[in-house]
């Protein structure tokens, strides 16, 4: 199960839409959100700021997992990203907790058939 991302100073959990946010201001987000092991490269590099906190962190401490995820979330959903006013449009925690229920659902499915 995904336990979803916290963060490594304080331990709370973050939004991963919040997270996104910040990435969208480096000047190249566009080319970087089309391109899957680019997106994850930066991720890991990018510098944070917890909202709880507001200490800093680098995204290497965030759960790759899920990062993977969340681009593929952000790549699926058409529009997902207001690139004008660089903000998420989808509820991204919300999605990964439902995308990792479905796959649960379906191992469990796929186990009771093996019986």
């Keep these: 199960m995904l336990g979803m991302a916290k963060c490594p100073v304080c331990g709370s959990t973050l ?7 910040q990435m969208l201001s480096m ?10 092991e680019r997106f994850l490269k ?12 507001g200490e800093e962190f680098l995204g290497k401490y ?17 529009g997902s990203i207001d690139w004008e006013r660089r903000k998420v449009r989808i509820r991204l925690n ?4 439902l995308d990792k ?3 649960e659902w379906d191992r469990r499915v796929k186990n009771v058939g093996h019986k």
């Design 62 to 78: 965030l759960p790759r997992e899920e990062g993977e995820k969340v681009f593929e979330l952000l790549n699926d959903f058409k």
């Design 42 to 53: 930066e991720l890991e590099e990018f510098t944070f700021k917890c909202p709880v906190c």
């Design 94 to 97: 919300q999605l990964l907790v």
């Design 15 to 21: 939004d991963w839409r919040e997270l996104i946010e």
């Design 101 to 103: 229920m479905l796959e």
């Design 27 to 36: 000047e190249n987000a566009r080319e970087v959100f089309s391109d899957k």
